[in-house]
């Protein structure tokens, strides 16, 4: 019997101004973060936003982190890919995906949650992130 590989789900939450992304960890029930975005450097990723977030009009910023979602997908970093954030970042960030990082998206959720712990986030994302997103986005509104 051979088993399966379980996709790499990144979650991105994000406003005009913040950006992380988290993955989630099914078995502790919780986000565990990966990577902080246009905050700070990480040893084992690529360095962070050009930018740091204040210096930027929100536009520009999910237009940053579309790019950089770009980058990542290229190098295969995820499988799929849900967005958090507000309408209007979120509507940014979607059209600045590429023709590879685009068909990753498995679902999308206007919400603002970046001021939200990753525990909390867990619980109010669980419910839909438990179930398969395509079947869930009818039931809880999502896209």
Do not use: C
């Amino acid at each position: 019997m051979t088993r399966s590989k379980q996709p790499q789900v990144w979650v991105l939450i994000a406003d005009g101004e913040r950006a992380r992304i988290v993955v989630p960890d099914e078995q502790e029930g919780r986000f565990r973060q990966l990577l902080p975005l246009g905050i700070a450097e990480h040893p084992h990723y690529p360095p962070a936003l050009r930018h740091e977030p204040h210096h930027l009009d929100k536009h520009q910023f999910a237009t940053e982190i579309a790019h950089r979602l770009n980058e990542e997908a290229e190098h295969g970093a995820f499988d799929q890919l849900v967005l958090v954030a507000p309408g209007h970042v979120l509507s940014a960030i979607r059209e600045g995906l590429s023709k590879i990082a685009a068909p990753r998206v498995v679902g999308t959720m206007p919400k603002d949650y970046t001021r939200i712990p990753d525990p909390d986030a867990w619980e109010l994302l669980a419910k839909w992130w438990l179930a398969p997103p395509v079947a869930q986005a009818d039931n809880a509104g999502l896209s």
